[in-house]
């Protein structure tokens, strides 16, 4: 193969996946050209057709989305190798769909899920095989992959609802940032600096609790002096039923990839 890694699409998600790939011969294509160009300047990869990413890529990235999908693999679908792993990471797209997309039984499908901060390598991924995928390819592909950031290997029946805590997860946590944020301007702080502190708290707290073996719980309570300030706001959002209100946006976003899988 003349790619260890070719990409098909360089939106968001494929353009940050490529990103993190090292030492690796890596091949470009997208509708655009001009945007695989330029990514190919900023990594040293090749900016070329779909037919030579499909024809030459030992692991072919498949980065649009699922709507475009159906047309995409008719377009390559005879330029495919036999011993190419296809590599998919569109939304509520199984692996036996990817098999019949391709009309081929015998094909290797690695599924995937990243989530966008794999843009800065603190990223998560999860990461299912179909059996035609031996699992020293799994484990090189899970290696190249592991300057995106947590890469987890997980039975194809997690990934929806994995995805729906770490890929849509970052879009409420941003919310929540952005209302602890607008919580401190109400207060009397200035929006950008309120923002700052939210920021560099949740990051913080983040990384503490990623590092430490006590559970969420305890650490939530070392914060919470008796009769001091914290609690008192930890009573609102109990009172308010923070952990239902989580669990509906999460079902809805489940709800949501199931209908995008058509089931």
């Known amino acids: 193969m003349k790619y260890d890694y ?16 090292k030492n690796k011969t890596i091949a470009l294509s997208n509708r655009t050209p001009e945007k695989a160009q330029e990514l190919a300047k900023a990594i040293n990869a090749t900016a070329t057709t ?28 005879e330029f495919v190798n036999p011993d190419t792993i296809l590599v998919t990471m569109a939304a509520g797209v199984k692996i036996t769909t990817i098999k019949e997309l391709f009309n081929n039984p015998n094909a290797k499908v690695i599924r995937i899920m990243p989530n966008t ?19 020293d390819e799994f484990n090189k592909f899970i290696g190249d992959f592991t300057d995106a950031g947590m890469i987890v290997p997980v039975d ?4 929806d609802a994995g995805s729906v805590v770490m890929g849509c997860g970052p879009a409420y946590i941003y919310m929540y940032i952005d209302a602890l944020a607008k919580a401190g301007e109400s207060l009397g702080l200035d929006y950008d600096l309120a923002a700052k502190l939210a920021k560099a708290t949740t990051i913080g707290a983040a990384k503490l609790s990623s590092v430490s073996d006590e559970s ?18 930890v009573h609102v959002l109990e009172d308010q039923n923070l952990d239902k209100l989580v669990l ?14 058509g089931e």
């Open 156 to 159: 194809e029946s997690l990934i």
């Open 248 to 261: 509906d946006a999460l079902t809805a976003a489940y709800k949501r990839t199931k209908e995008l899988a």
């Open 6 to 21: 070719g990409f098909i699409g360089t939106g968001n998600m494929g353009g940050a996946l490529s990103k993190a790939l």
């Open 117 to 135: 901060p794999v843009a800065i390598g603190e990223g998560v991924v999860l990461a299912s095989k179909n059996a035609n995928v031996s699992d």
């Open 50 to 77: 779909n037919e030579d990413v499909a024809r030459n890529s030992q692991y072919l990235m498949l980065g649009v989305k699922p709507q475009v999908l159906p047309s995409l693999i008719d377009e390559i679908r």
């Open 216 to 233: 969420l719980e305890s650490l939530r309570i070392k914060v919470c002096s008796p009769g001091g300030s914290t609690i008192e706001g």
